[in-house]
């Protein structure tokens, strides 16, 4: 019994020494001038704290015996162990304060918003084009708002594109120039709008549109809403 605990503080001693070295042990413990454990997955060092997989094995976070999230392997993404059974904060403490998204937001259920609910704003300046026409414009990009300032004196007719645009994508357009905007049915676009008719829109007018594919999978702008202020 004496020599096993004996081997035991040998073991122990090594071990520490190697960690204050910060010495390499084959497929053990220390990498660089830190402690990372490779199958056990803990790596701490100077330059801060890392946790590491070896190979192909996935990073998993566990309590209570059971992985709650994981890290994938190939593409890095945070993903739940068990679908659509874990929060992240709860109502009204230990919430998460600002979230940064750079694309897109899915949300399979309710989407509950406490104070107000702000839309991008994307200003659309139209030049004057030299003739006696109105000046044409397409009006393409994903922006939920479009503040349009129509600088042709004799006024601007619209056009609204279709491409890259989801099925359910309400549109806002707000007439902020001096000059009217005008916006009518027209398929040249590779796209339709249906309105309730030719809108001649003044200073300050809005019109609404909605984008929506139908059956045989044709799409088009369909109007919600306008106003004439």
């Keep these: 019994m004496t020599r096993r605990w004996a081997a035991v503080a040998l073991v122990f001693l090594l071990v520490t020494v190697a960690v204050a070295h910060a010495a390499r042990i084959t497929h053990g413990l220390i990498v660089a001038s830190g402690l990372t454990v490779l199958n056990g997955i803990v790596a701490l060092g100077s330059a801060g704290a890392r946790v590491v ?31 659509n059974a874990i929060d992240v904060g709860a109502s009204g403490a230990t919430r998460p304060r600002d979230a940064y998204v750079a694309r897109n937001l899915h949300v399979a259920g309710y989407l509950h918003v406490q104070a107000a ?46 491409t890259g645009v989801e099925s359910g994508t309400v549109l806002r357009v707000v007439n902020m ?28 007018a809005t019109l609404q549109l909605i984008l929506m594919r139908d059956q045989s999978g044709s799409t088009g702008w369909y109007e919600l809403g306008r106003s004439v202020n």
């Design 117 to 162: 609910l702000t839309l991008g704003v994307h200003a659309v300046t139209i030049a004057a084009d030299g003739t006696t026409n109105a000046n044409a414009e397409i009006l393409a990009g994903l922006r939920p708002v479009l503040a349009i300032y129509c600088n042709d004196g004799n006024n601007c007719t619209l056009r609204v594109s279709e």
């Design 53 to 83: 997989t070896d190979g192909s094995g996935t990073l998993g976070l566990e309590t209570n015996d059971t992985t709650r999230w994981q890290v994938a392997v190939t593409s890095g993404n945070l993903l739940a162990a068990t679908d």
């Design 177 to 204: 120039g001096a000059n009217s905007i005008l916006v009518g049915d027209h398929t040249t676009v590779g796209t339709r709008q249906h309105l309730a008719g030719a809108f001649t829109g003044t200073t300050n």
